[in-house]
């Protein structure tokens, strides 16, 4: 069997065949695509119209490729969202890293208060969670006028299927769905005055959503059926992680997530001054882990240096000496000059080489703090760190996060979250067992490197 993993991150969006031989996945890129957010009606957005157009472009490419794929599985990034009225689109869909939701984030903790939010959902503060995103909806009326609420990977199969299903992993970064009972938290809509309406059965990582709809098949040229990966990119990422459940992971990307798979949500007061979240995964389990940066820095670096390759970056960095800043520090959300705003916090005039020497360096040591903060929230201790991603193919930043942190650092495969869609989608078809297997798989697909200091 064929499957085809539609996997949108931020910065670009890719379309990858997989399929078993000999014991091992095998993947093919068919179609890629940029992505980011644009500026509309003052606000920035992501271009819904443009991102459903590009993943029919990629579903054609495939049937052209001879690569018609028999099950597809979509995932993006999580906590942005549609809102839809019989079906169709009230207005575009809000990008996270507008700053739309800077003046309601204390009205939303005056109706229930940030202590009570974590001790029902586990899930860290961040300014754009989709819980405030959608009181700025409510404010503006918006919401009032909507019927319909699907997260981005949801809308998109419903696009292509005419079936509406909210999926459980992205569910869980908005901050309303209970730790405890891994449904909609009902107080939590009632306190905020949302319509309970929109908020549906979660359905869970192997489901199916339904086939294509006849319109999608005359433009694709081909028939399949879009099954549930875990939607949230990072939650498919850390399926690929070829782990033993329980172990350290990064996955490296335009964010980087460090945490650990684990049983049950850690809602303490520790955990919540860590600001580590409790992100649903497949079998109600929970990745507990913090969000940091990431490679974000360094993307919007390379932008405004008329984009020299990653590879030139780290040959620059590799020889400077840096100074260490606070990556999560909410000024790099989104600023109007990345450079500029690396400098002021720095206190200084950088070049270019000792710029990147600083990212680099500040992002180890943010790596290793949160480390740390892990060890104390989890009560393990762990020898190794797993980097997955395509941060794992960064050298430098691998070598910097091993000396900071003391660990032993391991890195693969780079498309981890494609892999992690794959085999979701192979899980449900029932061609593999369960994830341990599929791990297995990984290990054997794939170069894990081992990285030396």
Known sequence: MRYLAIDIGASSGRHIVGEAEDGRIKL????????????SGGGLVWGAERLFKEVLNGLKAAGQAGLAPDFVGIDTWAVDYA???????LGDIACYRDLRTVPVTDKVHALIPFEKLYERTGIQF???????????????GKLARADGFLMLPDHLNFRLTGVAKQEYTNAT???????????????IISALGYDRRL????AQPGESVGRFTAQVRDFVGYDAEVVLPATHDTASAVLAAP??????????GTWSLLGAEQERAHTDKGSMAANYSNEGSINFTFRYQKNITGLWML???????GEPTFAQMERWARGAKGTVIDVNDKRFLSPENMCREICSAAGKVMHMPELLRTVYDSLAACYAAAIKELETGTGQTFESIHIIGGGSRDRLLNELTARATGKKVTAGPVEATATGNIIMQMIASGEIT????????????????????
């Open 28 to 39: 093919r890129e068919v179609y890629r695509f940029s992505n980011g957010a644009g500026e």
């Open 83 to 89: 809102l839809l009225r019989g079906g169709e689109l």
């Open 126 to 140: 961040q300014p754009f969670n989709t819980i405030y995103q959608l009181m700025c909806d409510k404010e503006s």
């Open 173 to 187: 970064s908005t901050g309303m769905v209970n730790a405890r009972t891994h449904d909609w938290d009902e107080e």
């Open 199 to 202: 908020f549906k059965p979660l």
């Open 243 to 252: 782990i033993k459940f329980g172990s350290a992971y990064i996955s490296s």
């Open 299 to 305: 993307q919007s670096v390379r932008k405004e240096a």
């Open 434 to 453: 369960d994830i341990r297997a599929a791990r297995e798989m990984i290990k054997r697909s794939f170069d894990i490197k081992e990285i030396s200091i």
